[in-house]
Structure formats: C-alpha cells, structure tokens
C-alpha cells in the first residue's frame, strides 16, 4: 500500500507543471472569452434595433480563432485531436445569418465561452495560488522568527510561536494533498472543452461525406483533364508522326522505280519518324503510369525519376516495400510534380526526399533549401498534388517561409 501510494504521489508531482502550466493559460484564455461574450452581448443588444445584424456572422466568426486555440490545447492535454467542423459561412447576409444561427459549431462555441469565461479564472487562481501555499507553510518554521512579531498571517492565524509553527507543517499536508489533484483538474477542463467544442457523430459523417464527394469531383476534374492531355499528346505528336511515316513511305513508293536512292532516302526519314513516334508513345505511356513502377517497384523508380533531375536529389526510400499500384502511381507523380516545381521555382542547390510512415500510411516528405515563399494556387503544381493525394483520401501539407527551406508532406493512406 505504502509502494502504491509514494508511486501515486510521484506521477501526480511529475505532472503537476503542466497542469499548473495548462490551467494557468486557461485562465487568460477565460478572461479572453469573457470579453468575446461581453462583445456578443453588445452585438445582440445593438441587433434589437437593427443596427447589430450584418456584425452577427462576422462576430462568430470573430471568437473562431480563441476557441480554436482552447481546442489545440485541449487536443494536447488529451493526446488526441479535437476536430473543428463549421459550415461556410458565405453568400448573401441572409445566408450568413441562417448559418451563424443554425450551426452547431457556433453554439457549441457559445457554450464553450460560457463555462469557461465562468469557471477558467477560478481555476487558474487556484493552480498558481495552492502549490504556493504548500511551499509556504513548509517554509513557515523557517522564516517566521525573521520577521516582525504578528506579521505572518496563516489560515485565520497569527505565527507567534512554534507550536503554531509546526501546526503550519501539518496545515501543508491537506493543502498539498489539495495542490496534487491539479492534473486531474486540467484533465477534467481539457474534456469539458473536448465534450463541448467537439461535433457529434452524424456532423463529423456529413462532414466526411462533404469531403469525399469534393475530393471525388476533385479527382474526377483531374481524371478528365489527364485523359484530355493525353489524347491531345497522342494528337500532336505520335499521330501526327506515324502520318508523316506512311506519307513518306507512299512517297518512297512511288520514287522506288525513277529515283531509287530519293526512295531510299525517304525511307530512311520514314525510319527516323517511326523511331520518334515510338519515343513519344513510351513518353505517354510513362506519365500514364511508368513499366518500371509495376517491374521493379516505387524504390526502383524514384532511384530512375531522382537521377534525371538537374538538382541533385537525396532520396530515402529504404522502409518502403511494394504498395498498392495506386499508391505506388500517386507517389511517384507527387514526387516528380514536386521535382518539376523545384527544378521551376525553387532555385535550390538540393532537394531531399524521405520516404516512411507507419503501414497504413504512406509518408511523404520532400525538403528543398530554395528560395522558398513557395503558394498553392489554382491550377498550379502544388493544387495538382493536393488533387492526388486527396483522390486517395491523404492529406498535403506545405510550409515555405521566405528564404526556405520548402517543406512538402503528403501522407497517402495505404489500406492496409
């Protein structure tokens, strides 16, 4: 019993920072999201007569970033995330006003401001304030006979003498035993905001289905426009060759009994224009999906796709074995798209490309030391590798602050 209680004691100290440290930010977090509600109260005071309406969706709007920060550190306190799903507030004000009034997200919000405005303050006083009494009364024998007679208040009494002195001492223990149960109330704080700022079930399932119907579209558009760049590849080039070669060839046929070497020098360029054609097709039959991906594996063609690029590439790829082919081809167009934007934009002197994650998801990592400020924009490289990865439900993640480095991960789940 004694061994469970000094292990108790031990982990409840050994979280305690963190907890005085969480409670602590909570409280400026509650005097925050006590002025966010004193705002809303004047915008729906000043809406009584009209004047406070069109402020409504934007003061919603307004409050998203506190509550967003309350939900970050209460994902961190909990070890999990908390997700935040609100509907688009756009169009008309009419269509602001039905959203800020019917989202659940926004009275959840509300609610959240509420408890907390009320309650975080309290809190926060009492983590700072109970593990500095503790120490205090421990302190107490140490220091009262150095101060002026009567100037140590403690507890309704005055520290005049040891017997009071050592009644300090056992006064530390409740109030440290008190002070010990801080991380389970930052525990219980992180779960009221997880309950309240958290979407039910049937929310998070449409919200899914929002997303995967975009992403489809997404992939649809994308799926559309490849076919489309590719039958205009095969238009303009290889058909267009193959022309040439039976119109040289006929020209070849017809010179064959009054210029034989004209003849011969026709099929020749008809050789040379068969031999291009070929060229341009294998081209097209790469970027539709490389022959080495489905031979030799994503390792194999990142090793081929690295050597061909003008800045040199460090490429990791050694935890990762064979993959679905449709993960393998959105891996291996993520890169070289990613490569093609370096060699672009980037201007930088290497590129390193990390290949891993768990099994279940592929991650990948690609870092340039470029000029970095690199943007997604409509159309562009980057959009073009968010689109893929998302036809397979991952995510793209890009961080490049002016002067770099640029940093781009893709995480492609695997489905395994």
């Not at 908390?82 to 509300?110: H, K, S, W």
């Not at 426009?225 to 590849?233: M, N, P, T």
């Not at 210029?259 to 097709?281: F, G, I, N």
Request: glycine fraction near 8%; aromatic fraction near 4%; include cysteine.
């Amino acid at each position: 019993m004694e061994v469970l209680t000094v292990r108790y004691v031990r982990v409840r100290v050994r979280r305690l920072p963190s907890a005085i440290g969480y409670l602590a930010v909570g409280g400026a977090t509650s005097v925050l999201a006590m002025f966010a509600l004193i705002g809303l109260l004047v915008v729906a005071a000043l809406s009584l007569i009209g004047v406070g309406i069109p402020a409504i969706p934007e003061a919603m709007r307004v409050i998203r970033p506190l509550i967003g920060a309350d939900r970050r550190r209460a994902a961190r306190r909990l070890g999990a995330p908390i997700e935040a799903v609100y509907r688009p507030m756009d169009g008309d004000l009419r269509q602001r006003l039905g959203t800020a009034f019917t989202d659940p997200a926004n009275r959840r919000d509300i609610g959240w401001l509420l408890l907390h405005a009320v309650t975080g303050s309290y809190v926060a006083i009492l983590a700072v304030a109970l593990p500095v009494s503790a120490v205090n009364q421990l302190l107490i024998p140490a220091y009262w006979q150095l101060l002026p007679a009567g100037t140590v208040a403690n507890f309704g009494f005055t520290v005049d003498s040891w017997p009071k002195a050592v009644l300090s001492l056992v006064i530390a223990v409740p109030v440290a035993a008190v002070a010990l149960q801080l991380p389970m109330i930052a525990d219980w704080q992180a779960v009221a905001a997880r309950t309240l700022l958290s979407p039910s079930e049937d929310i998070l399932l449409a919200h899914r289905v929002a997303a995967l119907t975009a992403t489809r579209a997404a992939a649809l558009d994308a799926h559309g426009a490849e076919l489309r760049r590719i039958e205009r590849d095969l238009h303009d080039g290889a058909q267009a060759r193959i022309a040439a070669v039976i119109m040289q060839l006929g020209l070849a046929d017809q010179l064959r009994e009054q210029d034989p070497e004209a003849a011969q020098s026709m099929v020749r360029k008809a050789q040379d224009t068969a031999t291009a054609a070929l060229a341009e097709l294998r081209d097209v039959v790469r970027s539709v999906y490389p022959p080495v991906l489905s031979d030799r594996g994503l390792s194999s063609a990142l090793s081929a796709l690295a050597a061909r690029s003008p800045i040199p590439v460090v490429l990791d790829s050694s935890r990762v074995g064979r993959l679905a082919a449709a993960v393998e081809a959105a891996a291996y167009f993520v890169i070289a798209e990613a490569l093609t934007n370096a060699t672009k934009h980037s201007g930088a002197q290497s590129i390193s490309i990390v290949l891993g994650g768990a099994a279940e998801v592929l991650t990948i990592v690609i870092t340039d030391d470029g000029v970095g400020g690199a943007r997604e924009t409509y159309g562009g490289g980057l959009a073009g590798i968010r689109r893929r990865a998302e036809a397979l439900d991952g995510r793209m993640g890009l961080t490049s602050p002016v002067g770099g480095p640029t940093v781009l991960r893709v995480e492609l789940p695997c489905g395994s």
